[in-house]
């Protein structure tokens, strides 16, 4: 390199840096050092060199931001930690149960527990996302997905002003992933709808949904003509980070490596702190210049974060304390019933369509019998209709002042409303069922509908149109009919022709590789969602295993109960159900299986384990996740009948209790030893 070429370099990496400490001022501290004006010249200066040193441009220029071609699809991305969502608290009496089940769990883990410090944060209305940088560089950003993957968005999240390209500093980890909300502020949302509406274009309908669809497009300059911002507060998959004592610590550091977070964020003491801040937010909602609908509350301590743990697809230690709901006044045009997977019969109103809670609602949910009779809710009443954030719009109220003197009440149907059978309210239950069970429409529908879904087998290309054929003409009364599915068959039915034919025989022979959790969840077993999927998954070696349990044994799963332990049960014993898993074996569905001898000579196999403190290598989770596939049963208390206390850092009282009983105490590279035999 010549000296007049290592000139122009030194000039491209003083621009940079100087462009970069200028963004950093300007997005993330709010607190521009140069006017406009001097900041376009160092721009047009840094693209002016670059233009002419082409081979000098590097991928984290402050001119690299829109530098990517548009995309033909999105593709999938895994998440090596999963982003969860959280529990929601709709009022007072919930957070208060939320902080006592978080003080009593923690007294439990020996911790010496009086009151919680809290970090509180806005809940923002918008996307999440989760980056990952390499060496301080930016090399892959992804949606959240349903939580265990997501869509690779990384050319649209380059194209946001505020996102560094490169992180600050001089401590940077090799691999650092960060989780943040994607949100477009509230006058860049007026401002771009003003555009739109003068140019003839569809405006947003929300900021959350101007958000959600500027990530999704295909051209990343359409993206960078959208206003979009973003916070981080939380890290995912990491190496050569040096953990922070407190989540508060995690946020400050985020802000040193260049990356936003939320200025609204704070350190609160117990719950009442936590509802200090509730109405100080709230108070202030309308004036902030983002959406937001609620508070996120987490517990400070790392520590005590992991050894409060998960439940489901949530974690223990964090909650989102919701604003009351957004409420509107609309007219009942009709009430109907509809036939759910499990033939439940629910009835729903259809409204004269009403603008609520940022989205044109024109259905609302009755739940049940016993609430539409309690409620006494009749075509024509003015109702008051709710929806807080995601859940579905319900019929708050009637305002019996203006019913029309015509109005009568509802009648509850005898017969199910799509196929005739009668319908049956079991006892202790809420909801009334269509016997007709596998022979209704509805429910064949819906059971293939399930199936076929993401989290379930992900057969893509099946949708509900499809669906509804296929079962309409007979192509397919339960799932296990998919498989027998042919070209020519397929080729004949509305809007479906040679290639799309051969698409969805190909997701189809696709979906067979499979795992054991989502085909249990795929079977659609009452009261077993993804997370006891899960759970079953890691505690049984074969399926037919599962299938010969007891009530009993089920009953030592996590998070399986009496009720699910009598539906899994239940379920395995009905002919028509056997008969159906063994003829959707028989068409090629598999998935790694561990088998029973591995699991039988596992050194792990039998012994009662407890883990105390911070692993190193893996979560808490996933080391109970591992040993529970090895045949270990997991505990979380220290007793005479405990074989091994696994110690990783800052462990609670555990540690000491088992060397007072004789316990063998590994530290995690004994661990490690032993799952990985």
Not at 18 to 46: K, N, W
Not at 249 to 268: A, I
Request: hydrophobic share 40%.
């Amino acid at each position: 390199m010549g000296t007049s070429a290592v000139a122009v370099h030194k000039r491209l990496i003083e621009l940079r840096e100087t462009i970069g400490q200028y963004d950093f001022a300007y997005f993330v501290l709010d607190d521009p050092i140069v006017p406009d004006a001097e900041y376009d010249r160092l721009i047009r200066q840094l693209r002016d060199l670059e233009a002419g040193h082409p081979e000098l441009v590097t991928a984290d220029s402050p001119t690299q931001r829109v530098g990517s071609k548009p995309i033909s699809k999105f593709s999938e991305v895994r998440h090596r930690v999963p982003m969860l969502s959280l529990d929601n608290a709709l009022n007072e009496d919930e957070l208060l149960e939320f902080d006592r089940r978080v003080r009593e769990r923690l007294k439990a883990s020996d911790m010496d527990v009086q009151e919680i410090e809290y970090v509180a944060e806005p809940k923002l209305d918008g996307t999440a996302v989760s980056l990952r940088y390499e060496n301080g560089q930016l090399v892959l950003a992804a949606t959240r997905g349903d939580g265990r993957s997501g869509e690779d968005v990384t050319h649209n999240v380059r194209t946001i002003p505020a996102v560094p390209l490169r992180l600050r500093g001089t401590a940077i980890p090799p691999v650092l992933e960060v989780r943040g909300e994607v949100f477009m502020p509230i006058a860049g949302f007026l401002a771009y709808n003003q555009r739109a509406s003068e140019t003839g274009e569809k405006p947003f309908v929300n900021p959350r949904n101007a958000a959600a669809g500027s990530l999704r497009q295909l051209d990343p300059t359409l993206a960078a003509q959208r206003p979009l911002d973003v916070f981080f507060y939380a890290v995912g998959d990491h190496e050569g980070w040096e953990q922070p004592r407190t989540h508060s610590d995690v946020l400050e550091r985020l802000r040193e490596l260049g990356l936003k977070t939320c200025p609204e964020w704070k350190k609160v003491d117990g719950i009442l702190g936590c509802l200090a801040y509730y109405a100080s937010i709230g108070s202030k909602r309308d004036d902030l210049p983002y959406e937001i609908d609620g508070v996120v509350y987490k517990v400070n301590d790392l520590v005590w974060q992991t050894a409060l743990g998960f439940v489901s697809r949530a974690p223990r230690w964090a909650i989102a304390h919701k604003f009351p709901a957004q409420e509107e006044l609309t007219v009942v045009r009709s009430i109907e019933f509809q036939v759910g997977r499990t033939g439940a019969i629910t009835p729903v109103a259809r409204l004269e369509p009403i603008f609520v809670g940022g989205v044109t609602v024109s259905n609302a949910t009755l739940h049940n019998i016993d609430e539409l009779t309690r409620k006494d809710v009749r075509v024509g009443d003015t109702v008051i209709v709710r929806r807080a954030g995601d859940v579905i719009p319900e019929v708050v109220k009637v305002v019996k002042e203006w019913r029309p003197a015509k109005a009568r009440p509802v009648r509850f149907p005898k017969r199910c409303p799509v196929c005739k059978s009668e319908i049956v309210r079991v006892e202790g239950e809420a909801v009334s069922r269509c016997i007709g069970g596998l022979f209704c429409p509805a429910q064949r529908k819906e059971a293939i509908r399930h199936f076929s879904s993401r989290p379930a087998m992900d057969i893509e290309g099946l949708g509900s149109k499809l669906i509804d054929q296929l079962v309409e003409q007979q192509l397919a009364d339960h799932p296990a009919d998919l498989y027998l599915l042919t070209a020519d068959q397929l080729e004949k039915l509305e809007r479906m022709g040679s290639k799309s034919a051969k698409n969805l025989l190909e997701a189809l022979e696709k979906s067979k590789a499979t795992t054991f959790s989502r085909f249990l969840y795929a079977l659609g077993i009452r009261e077993v969602g993804e997370a006891t999927a899960l759970a079953l998954a890691n505690n049984f070696a074969t399926l037919d295993q599962l299938m010969a349990a007891t009530e009993e044994r089920l009953q030592l799963v996590p998070d399986v109960g009496p009720i699910v332990a009598s539906r899994i049960r239940a379920f395995f014993r009905e002919s028509h159900n056997l008969e159906v898993i063994h003829q959707l074996l028989a068409s090629g569905i598999d998935w790694p299986v561990k088998t029973l001898d591995k699991v039988v000579d596992s050194p792990m196999a039998g012994k009662t384990i407890v883990l105390t403190g911070t692993l190193s290598s893996m979560t808490r989770n996933q080391a109970k996740a591992r040993l529970i596939s090895l045949g270990a049963n997991v505990t979380n208390s220290v007793s005479k009948t405990t074989d091994i206390v696994v110690v990783g850092k800052n462990p609670g009282s555990k540690s000491t209790k088992a060397a007072a009983l004789g316990v063998t105490i590994w530290k995690e590279q004994d661990l490690l030893k032993a799952v990985d035999s």
